[in-house]
């Protein structure tokens, strides 16, 4: 089983067609990324999908680093 | 009025680039086929104007699965528009560029899955994408957003005649100075299983054979596509030494005010808009050479049109609805047909009316049947019509 780091990484590449290497852990969602609030929406929805567990509207925000996405995700799964 | 045309872009089943598309319209060919995409088989009219594997370059992969089918098109048809008018956008002031598109139903594809995925597997099932994918609007939002273009701008929504509503607002606007450039047209795909079905209930489409002005004729077949023309101040266009198509020189509308679908079957709405457009344009009926109709195909709308056209013009006119060959493109068909009528002049052909079989002795026009015909074109008027009684004209002069 991967780990859950890697696990939210592809989940990123996959649905925004980003590169691998561009999605590192201190990459800012809006700034660096150019992610909106609707791709945030679909990430969240996502992430609820893939680990299931629940994440709440406005959690994930478009000043979050991929790190800050992984730890929500990580917090959840405790 | 006196707006250039100096650039045009073209997405529609005869050809995904103005020069497959001439070819193919002038040869007079038919790209009506079966609905293949969904299972139109209980539906009354099964067949459209399709375009099929189109390429979808410039637009990023990331984006695509955000935005309908008609913001597709729509972006296709202005990168080609920008291509073919030989614009620098970054020599350019945003500010002073504008985007006029007309649409008649929306981005219903996404509407559509995304609203049967709500009902299906509820909130979380819709995708975010469609409260920005599906309102009349998105293709000029996209546009904008795509090519940084910050100036004044409007969707126009006014059932088939928007598009034609939409490049006689856009002339106006720079006619009044307000703006340099504008791309206007339109854009719409309605071959969709919820979209076709209402066309199908409004009882306007065909059982099978487009034939506008013929007397079997029985409504319209439904295409899907864009056309988008870069509009220009004439200065603006003579200073940076652009390739002017021809002009914008006329645009009137009226309304019926009679029925919910059918129009006035006088015409005399029609007539009204006509006589505006002729008006503003400084021309005497005589001074045109072809009209490019609407042709919608139902048994009022072709009679009520060819009186309207009769009483201005008398009955020697070449009037053609070269839309027979590949579907009522809705909202985006009245920039399709002044694309067309700007091919026509620049090669001196008016395309046909396509499956005229037998003549209705009132309607009594030479409507140009099945073979297109040489001719010198100097100016030409576009007719475009919405349900409701909604009447748009356009003249056009040749540069």
Request: net charge neutral; charged share 25%; hydrophobic share 40%.
């Given at each position: 089983?991967?780990?859950?780091?890697e696990?939210?990484?592809?989940?990123?590449?996959?649905?925004?067609?980003?590169?691998?290497?561009?999605?590192?852990l201190?990459?800012?969602?809006?700034?660096?990324?150019?992610?909106?609030?609707?791709?945030?929406?679909?990430?969240?929805?996502?992430?609820?999908?893939?680990?299931?567990?629940?994440?709440?509207?406005?959690?994930?925000?478009?000043?979050?680093?991929?790190?800050?996405?992984?730890?929500?995700?990580?917090?959840?799964?405790? | 009025?006196?707006?250039?045309?100096?650039?045009?872009?073209?997405?529609?089943?005869?050809?995904?680039?103005?020069?497959?598309?001439?070819?193919?319209?002038?040869?007079?060919?038919?790209?009506?086929?079966?609905?293949?995409?969904?299972?139109?088989?209980?539906?009354?009219?099964?067949?459209?104007?399709?375009?099929?594997?189109?390429?979808?370059?410039?637009?990023?992969?990331?984006?695509?699965?955000?935005?309908?089918?008609?913001?597709?098109?729509?972006?296709?048809?202005?990168?080609?528009a920008?291509?073919?008018?030989?614009?620098?956008?970054?020599?350019?002031?945003?500010?002073?560029?504008g985007?006029?598109?007309?649409?008649?139903?929306?981005?219903?594809?996404?509407?559509?899955?995304?609203?049967?995925d709500?009902?299906?597997?509820?909130?979380?099932?819709?995708?975010?994408?469609?409260?920005?994918?599906?309102?009349?609007?998105?293709?000029?939002?996209?546009?904008?957003?795509?090519?940084?273009?910050?100036?004044?701008?409007?969707?126009?929504?006014?059932?088939?005649?928007?598009?034609?509503?939409?490049?006689?607002?856009?002339?106006?606007?720079?006619?009044?100075?307000?703006?340099?450039?504008?791309?206007?047209g339109?854009?719409?795909?309605?071959?969709?299983?919820y979209?076709?079905?209402?066309?199908s209930?409004?009882?306007s489409?065909?059982?099978?054979l487009?034939?506008?002005?013929?007397?079997?004729?029985?409504?319209?077949?439904?295409?899907?596509?864009?056309?988008?023309?870069?509009?220009?101040?004439?200065?603006?266009?003579?200073?940076?030494?652009?390739?002017?198509?021809?002009?914008?020189?006329?645009?009137?509308?009226?309304?019926?005010?009679?029925?919910?679908?059918?129009?006035?079957?006088?015409?005399?709405?029609?007539?009204?808009?006509?006589k505006?457009?002729?008006?503003?344009?400084?021309?005497?009926?005589?001074?045109?050479?072809?009209?490019?109709?609407?042709?919608?195909?139902?048994?009022?709308?072709?009679?009520?049109?060819?009186?309207?056209?009769?009483?201005?013009?008398?009955?020697?006119?070449?009037?053609?609805?070269?839309?027979?060959?590949?579907?009522?493109?809705?909202?985006?068909?009245?920039?399709?047909?002044?694309?067309?009528?700007?091919?026509?002049?620049?090669?001196?052909?008016?395309?046909?009316?396509?499956?005229?079989?037998?003549k209705?002795?009132?309607?009594?026009?030479?409507?140009?049947?099945?073979?297109?015909r040489?001719?010198?074109?100097?100016?030409?008027?576009?007719?475009?019509?919405?349900?409701?009684?909604?009447n748009?004209?356009?003249?056009?002069?040749?540069?």
């Amino acid at each position: 089983m991967e780990n859950i780091e890697e696990r939210v990484k592809k989940l990123f590449v996959k649905l925004f067609d980003m590169k691998p290497e561009e999605v590192n852990l201190e990459a800012n969602l809006n700034d660096d990324l150019g992610m909106d609030s609707t791709e945030i929406v679909e990430l969240t929805v996502a992430l609820e999908k893939e680990f299931k567990i629940n994440i709440e509207d406005g959690e994930i925000k478009k000043r979050h680093c991929v790190s800050d996405v992984v730890n929500i995700v990580k917090n959840r799964i405790k | 009025m006196k707006v250039a045309i100096t650039g045009i872009g073209i997405i529609a089943p005869p050809g995904v680039c103005k020069e497959d598309f001439w070819q193919n319209i002038k040869a007079g060919k038919s790209f009506v086929s079966p609905i293949t995409r969904f299972d139109a088989s209980k539906y009354p009219s099964q067949v459209a104007g399709q375009i099929e594997n189109l390429n979808t370059n410039p637009i990023p992969r990331r984006l695509l699965k955000k935005i309908d089918k008609f913001s597709i098109f729509a972006l296709i048809a202005t990168e080609q528009a920008i291509k073919d008018a030989s614009l620098n956008l970054a020599k350019e002031d945003p500010y002073n560029i504008g985007i006029f598109i007309g649409n008649a139903l929306g981005g219903w594809l996404y509407a559509e899955t995304e609203l049967r995925d709500l009902y299906v597997e509820g909130r979380d099932g819709v995708s975010p994408y469609l409260a920005s994918a599906w309102f009349p609007a998105a293709p000029q939002g996209q546009i904008s957003i795509f090519y940084g273009i910050k100036g004044y701008s409007k969707t126009v929504v006014a059932d088939r005649a928007s598009a034609l509503m939409a490049i006689g607002y856009a002339a106006k606007v720079i006619e009044n100075k307000k703006l340099n450039i504008a791309f206007a047209g339109g854009t719409e795909a309605p071959v969709t299983p919820y979209a076709l079905l209402c066309c199908s209930t409004e009882g306007s489409l065909s059982k099978g054979l487009y034939r506008p002005f013929d007397k079997e004729r029985d409504g319209f077949v439904v295409g899907e596509g864009a056309g988008i023309l870069v509009l220009e101040d004439i200065e603006h266009a003579l200073k940076r030494g652009a390739n002017i198509y021809g002009f914008i020189t006329g645009y009137g509308t009226f309304c019926d005010g009679v029925d919910r679908i059918m129009p006035d079957p006088n015409g005399k709405g029609l007539i009204k808009a006509i006589k505006a457009t002729l008006n503003m344009a400084g021309y005497k009926p005589q001074d045109i050479d072809y009209v490019c109709a609407d042709g919608v195909g139902t048994k009022l709308g072709d009679l009520s049109e060819t009186r309207a056209i009769k009483e201005v013009f008398g009955k020697k006119i070449p009037v053609s609805a070269p839309k027979s060959m590949f579907g009522y493109l809705l909202g985006a068909a009245g920039a399709v047909d002044v694309i067309i009528a700007l091919l026509a002049m620049q090669n001196s052909i008016i395309p046909p009316t396509i499956n005229y079989q037998t003549k209705d002795p009132e309607c009594d026009l030479d409507y140009v049947p099945n073979k297109s015909r040489l001719k010198e074109i100097k100016r030409a008027l576009i007719i475009s019509r919405g349900r409701g009684g909604i009447n748009a004209v356009l003249t056009i002069e040749r540069g």
